[in-house]
């Protein structure tokens, strides 16, 4: 037991037994707005919910469900439970990323831990929402990116197949995915992405095309007709507008440039909110000391940022701190670099990193009574009054 730690690394284990005793504490125990309700049916009786389909997703729920229906734990409860060990097991593939980056192992747990923190992340860990598996998912491609890339003189086959691998499933849940792709390719290099594709052509089709096996579940179980069958996928033109999200055009860039602009200015002040003064400080100097010495890794890390804010600012719906969650993992990840900068300058500096680290974490921890959700049950009660007054 001692030497699996070991080879795991205490402060992974620390980073993930945090987070999920936090969330723990403050998990929702019943439905939320918006789709939460949708997605915890469509997972119970494996149904279809709205655009893109999620069938990845239905699938992991089916199966968590039915899993703790051995503890007599309701499908709901369930789901939220899901939700918390997805976003816990995120910020250990985040913490293992910054580790990568050459960051120490406390001050990797600490950004971590900063970083599920975010309004955001927290929320959606504690709910039935996509948006933790999306951040999951996320984590492992970018983590996958920076193994190749730091091991491109002894390239192992196995990460670039599972790169490949978890592009295909992802896209199966999500296609916030998309926005990440360019960052992967840039941090591994287009040299080495040459050498890899060369070599490991029927490879790549055959684990890609691999990971979209779950949109199967889609065709298959639309024939049976179940409870909530959007876009009836069981047919090729409801397949195709189905997952690729045809309906939510609508809402995307409807009022062009002047669009992004008036949406930006609303959603940018909340991301800044989320972002402590001590973050923002690491944040600039990671941006300075990162084109100095990881210039590549760096821009991939600011293009992030910049793509899943500008598809934020286009993109009208009301939820949008999936994406979000995206831009500030960015920021995090640019933030380590950040703290690099201050401690390979001098140990003295360490008080300085100590003192803006501890600060975010205050800030941070301020929240803890707003973010408690253990005793909501408002959906819950406006739901069954409205079912109580039908005729």
């Known amino acids: ?194 050498q890899l594709i060369k070599d490991n052509l029927i490879k790549i089709i055959f684990f890609f095309l691999f990971g979209l096996l779950p949109y199967l579940y889609l065709i298959i179980r639309s024939k049976n007709e179940p409870f909530l069958n959007w876009s009836n996928p069981s047919q090729i033109n409801g397949l195709i507008a189905h997952i690729t999200g045809w309906q939510y055009r609508v809402w995307m860039f409807p009022e062009g440039i002047s669009g992004i602009f008036k949406q930006l200015n609303k959603i940018l002040p909340e991301f800044l909110k989320n972002i402590s003064v001590g973050l923002s400080l690491l944040f600039i100097t990671g941006i300075y000391y990162g084109f100095k010495k990881y210039k590549s890794i760096t821009i991939a890390f600011i293009l992030i940022i910049l793509l899943t804010l500008i598809y934020s600012s286009g993109y009208t719906i009301p939820d949008l701190e999936g994406y979000l969650a995206l831009t500030s993992s960015g920021v995090i990840l640019i933030s380590g670099t950040g703290i690099k900068f201050f401690y390979e300058r001098s140990k003295k500096f360490f008080i300085i990193i100590g003192i803006l680290l501890l600060a975010s974490l205050i800030q941070l921890l301020i929240k803890i009574p707003s973010m408690n959700h253990k005793d909501d049950y408002l959906i819950e009660d406006i739901s069954r009054t409205i079912i109580n007054k039908l005729p």
């Not at 690394?9 to 019943?30: A, E, H, K, Q």
């Not at 929320?123 to 996509?130: G, I, L, Q, Y």
């Not at 951040?135 to 990460?159: M, P, Q, R, V, W």
């Open 1 to 194: 037991m001692i030497k699996i730690v070991n080879k795991f690394n205490i402060w992974g284990v620390f980073t993930f037994l945090f987070s999920l005793i936090l969330y723990g504490f403050t998990i929702r125990p019943s439905i939320d707005f918006i789709d939460s309700g949708e997605l915890a049916q469509a997972c119970f009786k494996m149904s279809i919910p709205h655009p893109t389909g999620y069938p990845i997703y239905v699938l992991i729920g089916r199966c968590w469900i039915l899993i703790l229906n051995i503890l007599k734990i309701k499908p709901v409860i369930a789901m939220n439970l899901l939700s918390l060990l997805t976003t816990s097991i995120s910020l250990v593939f985040l913490y293992k990323t910054l580790r990568l980056t050459g960051l120490k192992n406390y001050l990797s747990s600490i950004l971590s831990i900063l970083f599920g923190m975010v309004y955001y992340i927290w929320d959606n860990a504690t709910t039935t929402e996509v948006y933790s598996i999306s951040l999951l998912f996320s984590t492992i491609l970018i983590y996958l990116a920076l193994k190749i890339k730091f091991e491109c003189e002894n390239i192992s086959d196995k990460y670039f197949t599972l790169l490949i691998y978890f592009t295909g499933l992802s896209l199966t849940h999500h296609l916030s995915v998309i926005l990440i792709i360019p960052s992967i390719l840039i941090i591994i290099g287009f040299k080495n992405l040459k």
